[in-house]
């Protein structure tokens, strides 16, 4: 596929929601397909409208232009969550840095604070849209808007939750995330994931 890729352009899907109806909206939503990761592909299509109208996550769509028009690439979704970080889990480096941002448990010997969560990453796979953008650039991308939050409410702490798989796990860890944990899946999640957990990983920003 030639790239005629012109740049990229953020929509947040509540935006979309108010401008183009909520009917229209779900028609391109519909156009995204990602068959390496059914979750990503079922929270844009099932989930990400409820969740942005309850404040529960918060979608960002990416477009860009292609032969004049423009296509849906890749989404992310991002929240806000407490988590608890065991600190044998960090290097002393991170310990010292997450110690300013979290409220450290001797009895746990762990870490616990709020922090933005990349709830969801993934390229579009329809009509081969996934070339126009690497996966490094979507992260990138995420990433600067956590950076925004981080602007407005302070922290410097994001993370995430990937599948138990090398190559997702490399592909954050060259992108600065490392990993701190495990969370094992819920009843509703084990039917679309494929093994029994999440690998937990953070950035420190």
Partial sequence: ????????????LADM??????????????T????MNEDVEYFLKDKAIEFSKQGLAKTHLVF???????????????SSKTIRIAKKALSKTLQKRINKFAVYSPE?????????????LGKNYNNEYNQLITGDELLKIACEQVTE????????????ECQ??????EFYSRNGFVNFGKRFLD??????????????MLKYF
Avoid: W
């Fill in 1 to 12: 596929m030639k790239n005629n890729l012109t740049g990229y352009n953020l929509i947040n």
């Fill in 17 to 30: 929601v108010k401008q183009l109806g909520e009917d229209r909206t779900k028609s391109i939503l519909l």
């Fill in 32 to 35: 995204y397909c990602c068959p």
């Fill in 64 to 78: 860009t232009s292609f032969q004049g028009e423009p296509v849906l690439i890749g989404y992310f979704a991002l």
């Fill in 108 to 120: 746990h010997k762990s870490y616990q604070m709020s922090a933005p969560l990349i709830a969801q």
């Fill in 149 to 160: 939050v981080h602007n407005i409410l302070g922290g410097k702490i994001a993370y995430l």
């Fill in 164 to 169: 138990d798989q090398e190559d997702l796990i």
């Fill in 187 to 200: 009843k509703e999640e084990a039917d679309r994931v494929h093994g029994k957990y999440y690998i937990q």
